[in-house]
């Protein structure tokens, strides 16, 4: 009698600590399955987003904690200063996307087609726009779906969004260009990769900025710089990305189609960048199997535009690029 009291009482205790750890499983999970949802589908900000008063109530900031924050897709309503043509794309299930087209100043050396980087526009990439024009190329400036002013209500964070790049690339390329060249940052760089890989874009070559490793490695990135731990949550976000998205987030693994990549490649990197790691940049690097690729790293830099932090290096490794592996156009 006196052994069956302490073991019915263990029996209790682990009973009860299955309980929590289910609770608290399921409520990981749901935490999740909601930042997932809010990272992947970017809200319209409306006149008062971000003049509106966040609750310091306790149970507001709990939620707001057990939830995630909201994203929200920022919206461009200036025009560049240089002439341009806008140009309206569709996707293959009628996503309308938005882009600027621009012919340089003088004989154009070939086109460069532009795509900027998570919640951005082709407005942020004005600089480099400007910069290519400036080296004597036409520019395509692309807004990817839910971003800027194109269609659709979700992001995949590239992983569908490489079709834009297919559709841009075919759109100058049957105007009658034979020079395209495609770059990209952050995860416009990861759609061009997988872009070249999985559409059979043959560009004269391709510039990928702070391309991340995978959906995985990049929320990660993203718990790294919030300051919370990595682990489960970027593996359980990347799980609900690819239930609530409808494609696997853990096969979304850039060094798959890296290996698919014969074209020229310039990769860069911020040595200081926190979202994206030297090892990351290392692996996709040796996973290019192009003889013709370099790799370039921007003392100082973080996870940003490479030509504002360092405009002469930037220039002179990107002009010795596109002079070195443009075609002939004869």
């Given at each position: 009698m006196k052994n069956r009291k302490p073991r019915r009482k263990l029996r209790i205790i682990i009973t009860w600590l299955l309980w929590v750890l289910l609770v608290q499983f399921i409520l990981i999970n749901i935490s999740a399955a909601l930042y997932a949802d809010k990272l992947t589908h970017l809200h319209a900000a409306t006149a008062d987003t971000w003049d509106k008063p966040t609750s310091q109530n306790i149970f507001a900031k709990t939620w707001r904690l057990f939830s995630g924050p909201t994203f929200y897709r920022q919206t461009l309503s200036q025009s560049p200063a240089f002439a341009y043509?806008?140009?309206v794309l569709k996707t293959h299930d009628d996503i309308s996307i938005n882009a600027w087209y621009s012919r340089a100043d003088t004989l154009p050396k070939g086109t460069v087609i532009l795509f900027h980087g998570l919640m951005g526009h082709k407005g942020l990439v004005m600089d480099e726009a400007v910069a290519f024009r400036n080296l004597g190329y036409n520019v395509m400036m692309v807004d990817v779906r839910d971003h800027g002013n194109s269609g659709g209500n979700t992001t995949t964070i590239g992983y569908r969004e490489s079709e834009e790049v297919s559709l841009a690339y075919n759109y100058v390329q049957q105007a009658g260009e034979k020079n395209i060249f495609l770059w990209g940052a952050s995860m416009g760089a990861v759609e061009i990769i997988k872009a070249v890989s999985d559409y059979g874009v043959h560009p004269s070559g391709i510039i990928v900025e702070m391309p991340f490793l995978s959906l995985q490695s990049h929320l990660e990135g993203r718990a790294r710089i919030l300051g919370f731990p990595q682990q489960p949550f970027a593996f359980l976000t990347t799980f609900w990305i690819g239930?609530?998205?409808?494609f696997n987030g853990f096969g979304f693994?850039?060094?798959?189609?890296?290996?698919?990549?014969?074209?020229?490649?310039?990769e860069q990197y911020g040595e200081k960048d926190e979202l994206v790691l030297k090892k990351e940049t290392d692996a996709i690097y040796q996973a290019i199997a192009s003889r013709n690729k370099k790799l370039v790293i921007y003392e100082g830099a973080m996870h940003e535009s490479f030509l504002k932090r360092d405009p002469a290096r930037w220039k002179k490794e990107v002009e010795s690029f596109l002079q070195q592996f443009q075609r002939p156009t004869f």
């Open positions: 043509s806008p140009v239930i609530e998205r409808g693994k850039i060094t798959s189609y890296a290996k698919n990549i014969e074209c020229p490649v310039l």
